[in-house]
């Protein structure tokens, strides 16, 4: 019989759940940055130590036990009790929060109100393009936290990240600033017929908002603008878009571009639902931080209402809960 794990080391713990949440240790090894043999002997040793199998292991998959099972709940408790500790001493590092784009406003905000509430942790911006591009650092532990929309991301990646809704996004077009539409102060839908639209199609980045706007324009006679080579900077995105002319589909803040207007979209008006998404397990205390900034803006902001006539896919109601 083993001896009682009377002094478990939390670095084991963590190694658990990391392998817990992948099931797979190859990728948990990536997320820890760590060799993955140093993973499974850390694995093996909380095995001994605890006197049970937490893992099935074979060629193809990896499997809970029912013990390893009973252990996650614990195993995050006293991880999360670990951040909590160190942050009473400020030792709590940073908070890597990806924005998505630096011109957009509803992650810029939700940012801005958790440092407002949390000044002692250290919240940093990063920016991914996109949440399909996020979810992979995200899961590798690369950065903590995203902002987009949760139900266009691929089901193998959903259940392994969480998500709170934060704002039912209107959604814009923007067009040259001489475009037969640019006259007017609101666009209806149909008016956009016979039009091909930019959506970020070819961008692997940003697969969800591609998804999105293909759901928008489906019967409606607006086509989707071929797959250009994804720009990188404001400069460059205002220099591709002005030479192609394209209108480009976009959310009620984006930033203006020089040469071009932005109009809101009506009848119906289209909502882009925004989450704010982490992956499953994480503990800190900034984090907690930016979920209640989310809720706060939610509610003073009316975000988290439908319009009237507001339009989203039914697989974004389901996952928002409406």
Request: hydrophobic share 45%; with cysteine; aromatic share 6%.
């Amino acid at each position: 019989m083993p001896a009682p794990a009377h002094h478990l080391d939390p670095r084991l713990l963590r190694a658990f759940v990391t392998v817990a949440e992948e099931l797979h240790f190859t990728r948990a090894a990536t997320r820890l940055y760590v060799a993955q043999q140093a993973l499974s002997r850390d694995v093996r040793r909380l095995e001994r130590e605890l006197g049970t199998e937490l893992f099935v292991r074979t060629t193809r998959q990896v499997t809970l036990t029912a013990d390893g099972e009973r252990l996650v709940p614990y195993a995050r408790r006293i991880l999360a009790a670990q951040e909590a500790l160190l942050a009473a001493f400020g030792q709590v590092r940073p908070l890597l929060v990806d924005l998505n784009s630096p011109g957009l406003g509803t992650a810029r905000r939700v940012l801005h109100r958790a440092r407002a509430l949390a000044p002692e942790y250290e919240l940093m911006a990063r920016y991914e393009s996109g949440l399909t591009g996020a979810a992979g650092e995200l899961l590798a532990g690369r950065i903590d936290a995203s902002f987009g929309r949760f139900a266009g991301l691929d089901p193998a990646l959903r259940r392994q990240l969480a998500h709170q809704p934060v704002r039912y996004e209107p959604m814009a077009i923007v067009l040259p600033e001489d475009h037969r539409l640019a006259a007017l102060e609101e666009v209806p839908l149909a008016a956009l017929a016979g039009e091909t639209v930019y959506a970020g199609a070819g961008n692997p980045r940003t697969p969800e908002w591609t998804d999105l706007a293909r759901r928008l324009f489906e019967g409606r006679g607006i086509e989707i603008a071929a797959p250009l080579p994804p720009a990188v900077g404001d400069e460059e995105f205002q220099r591709v878009m002005a030479k192609t002319r394209c209108p480009v589909l976009a959310v009620v803040d984006f930033p203006a571009m020089p040469g071009s207007v932005r109009r809101r979209l009506v009848d119906p008006v289209p909502l882009s639902p925004v989450s704010l998404v982490w992956r499953k397990g994480l503990a800190h205390p900034a984090l907690d931080a930016l979920r209640r900034a989310a809720g706060e803006l939610g509610r003073e902001e009316g975000w988290s209402r439908v319009p009237d006539g507001g339009w989203m896919p039914d697989a974004d109601r389901l996952a928002y809960g409406d």
